[in-house]
């Protein structure tokens, strides 16, 4: 029987005790963070920023072993977006956090004024508290070292704690500015070497779903935990010899597991297909004209007009990537934990993955890898999170490209252009130009509209203006909500979807934003998609409950049960979908129930699928009245889905 050490940590007591929650009870981060947020702090009674909003950040039970991809850091919230429980996660942050004899950190209270927590394990653990002035966090944010915002302050904290750092081998995760700016902050952990007091760029990872670095930010007054020791964690020997675990692996497998790991992690370490890899590298030339762009409005056009624009991308955007980092180097790091993948694919210093330059790239109509990014730094440097930060951009851009909004109103210098006929994209160059204003206005909230979007979040926000300009909307002939994406939750919650033109990330499951759907391009029966959707989200629960990096999801997945046997748990799957239902009790009781979506966009998602994809059924029905064939297939999908999760429909009435 193993012990699970969650260190409590009081930020506004000054106090801290460890708790020991006993692994055959429960299998990891996910489903500890659920029983504090559900059944010890009860926080859905509270604000989203009250000090009793948990943030739980802990490493799987496999943290500590030879297994590659076993060093997530995994965050459990009540998220300041969906107003819902979320979970997020860091990769490698656990392989250096897990040296502190601690498994979790669960951070409540609220500090008077910005603290800093370190956690050191030696002979035991111990916990020692520095408190930083905002005057002073905010000089090392505008710019410390050649390092700005979130990068400034964890170079500050090497410079500054470098004993620590060095005797500890630690790392940190800080906040940036956006968190205390607004409701979708991340968490961003960057590893360091402490010996040459060097940040390892390149290797940085976000929590960024669901505003995970605003709750810490703004619920705790925390602007960074930094953690490290010498600690062991308990573990069966099994995990912790590489040669022994190789033996097992392959008595269970028939294969070596080295050889499972490469073939299964071919996308993200290297596709001799398309001769390169990671998400960005692979998406391109996988998806082509099926990933969206110009704020989605690509879902309207023609295939072959689709196709030119996919033309455009890999010669403009993806052919110098491949170039830069597969070609001439081999410019490849990993998050920080030993891993063969090395899934983090470097362009000219700047760590480049799908979303982040998908957000502020093709889908707002650029195709420029030097200009996105450096909107894209704009983002990290801030600690935003870039897909929810994307999604704004795209909506303010096209808000004043249809006559919705002003320049003025969003603090831009002109208008862009959104016209993918255009098929030049120099002409196109302007719109990221406007999306630095954009990011940068929006962090000092320099319009009420970008205020407004900062504090409230998208969806409230959208609220506002639709009551604001409706005689705007009457000669437009399209409200605010009809351009915006986003997943509702009761009265006021939202969750930006992930950048693809699929089903999946525009369904009402209680935790979206994620990979936790069924993300291929099919458009089937509400049933049937449920039941894709639900087995899909417990595989992905179980690899994120297991602290399991979901790029090593390919071998891993199927072998998690025989891995918790080691350790002593039995009926691994059900438990698993008894944790999937506890957070939909949670969100239930938190009035983060899912909603039909609202505007017209997002419904126009599933009827142009249907069409595409020539399901001449739903094609055909959503013809003849869209909103009447979308709410037939929400319902359908949600009483099915509800049915799945083994809940009392009367509960969620």
């Not at 942050?93 to 897990?98: N, P, Q, S």
């Not at 109509?365 to 929810?388: H, M, R, W």
């Not at 997943?487 to 990330?505: H, I, K, R, S, V």
């Not at 979901?550 to 918790?564: I, M, P, V």
Request: charged residues 25%.
């Amino acid at each position: 029987m193993l012990n699970y050490k969650v260190l409590f940590i009081d930020v506004g007591a000054l106090k801290w005790e460890i708790r020991e929650y006993k692994i055959p009870l429960h299998l990891g981060p996910v489903d500890i963070g659920i029983k504090i947020h559900l059944e010890e702090v009860e926080s859905w009674k509270y604000d989203v920023f009250s000090p009793q909003n948990v943030l739980f950040l802990g490493t799987g039970p496999f943290a500590g072993s030879k297994i590659f991809g076993t060093h997530r850091l995994v965050a459990v919230f009540r998220s300041s977006e969906s107003l819902g429980l979320h979970v997020s996660e860091a990769g490698g942050a656990g392989y250096k956090f897990i040296g502190s004899g601690i498994n979790g950190f669960a951070i409540f209270g609220k500090s008077e004024i910005p603290l800093l927590i370190f956690v050191e394990g030696r002979e035991k653990t111990n916990v020692r508290f520095e408190k930083i002035s905002m005057d002073n966090l905010n000089r090392i944010y505008e710019g410390y070292e050649n390092y700005f915002g979130a990068y400034a302050l964890t170079k500050w904290l090497l410079d500054i704690y470098s004993d620590f750092f060095v005797k500890n081998n630690a790392r940190a995760v800080v906040v940036g500015p956006g968190a205390w700016q607004t409701r979708f902050g991340s968490l961003v952990s960057i590893d360091v070497n402490p010996q040459l007091k060097n940040l390892i760029i390149g290797s940085e990872d976000f929590s960024g779903r669901g505003g995970a670095g605003s709750v810490l930010a703004q619920a705790h007054n925390v602007a960074g935990i930094i953690a490290g020791g010498k600690i062991k964690p308990e573990l069966p020997e099994i995990f912790t010899n590489i040669k022994n675990f190789n033996e097992y692996f392959k008595k269970i497998t028939g294969r070596e597991f080295f050889n499972a790991v490469n073939m299964a992690t071919t996308k993200y370490r290297f596709d001799p297909k398309t001769g390169a890899g990671g998400t960005f590298g692979s998406n391109y030339p996988y998806y082509k004209e099926w990933l969206p762009t110009f704020c989605y409005n690509s879902i309207y056009l023609k295939k072959e007009i689709r196709r030119k624009i996919s033309d455009i991308i890999l010669k403009n955007y993806w052919g110098p990537f491949k170039e830069e980092t597969f070609v001439k180097t081999r410019s490849w790091k990993t998050c920080g934990e030993p891993c063969p993948v090395a899934c983090k694919k470097i362009w000219k210093r700047k760590k480049v993955d799908y979303e982040p330059f998908q957000g502020v790239g093709p889908l707002i109509g650029v195709f420029d890898l030097k200009e996105v990014s450096k909107i894209v730094d704009i983002i990290d440097n801030a600690g935003l999170d870039a897909i929810t930060t994307g999604h704004i951009v795209a909506f303010l851009l096209e808000a004043v490209n249809k006559g919705l909004l002003t320049c003025e109103e969003v603090g831009i210098s002109t208008h862009p252009n959104l016209d993918p006929l255009t098929l030049n994209p120099e002409k196109w160059h302007i719109n990221g130009v406007l999306a630095v204003e954009i990011v940068q206005n929006l962090l000092n909230k320099k319009t009420q509209v970008l205020k407004d979007v900062a504090e409230k979040g998208l969806r409230k926000a959208i609220k506002k203006l639709d009551e604001k300009y409706e005689t705007r909307i009457g000669k437009v002939g399209m409200s605010f909500k009809d351009i915006a994406l986003y997943q509702p939750y009761g009265e006021e919650g939202y969750m930006t979807p992930n950048f693809y033109w699929t089903l999946g990330f525009f369904v009402p499951i209680f935790v979206s934003g994620k990979y936790w759907t069924e993300y291929r391009l099919v458009f089937t029966e509400p049933e049937e998609f449920v039941k894709l959707v639900y087995e899909r989200a417990i595989k992905e629960l179980a690899i994120s409950n297991a602290g399991f990096c979901r790029f090593h999801r390919g071998w891993a997945e199927n072998l998690l049960d025989r891995f918790y046997e080691k350790l002593g748990i039995e009926g691994f799957e059900d438990k698993i979908k008894n944790i999937y239902k506890n957070i939909a009790i949670y969100n239930i009781k938190a009035g983060a129930i899912p909603k039909p979506l609202e505007g017209e966009k997002a419904i126009d998602i599933f009827s142009t699928l249907a069409e595409e994809l020539q399901v001449q059924r739903w094609a055909m029905k959503f013809s003849k009245n869209k909103r009447r064939a979308y709410q037939e297939w929400f319902d359908r999908f949600f009483l099915t889905y509800i049915y799945y999760l083994g809940l009392d429909l009367s509960i969620i009435r």
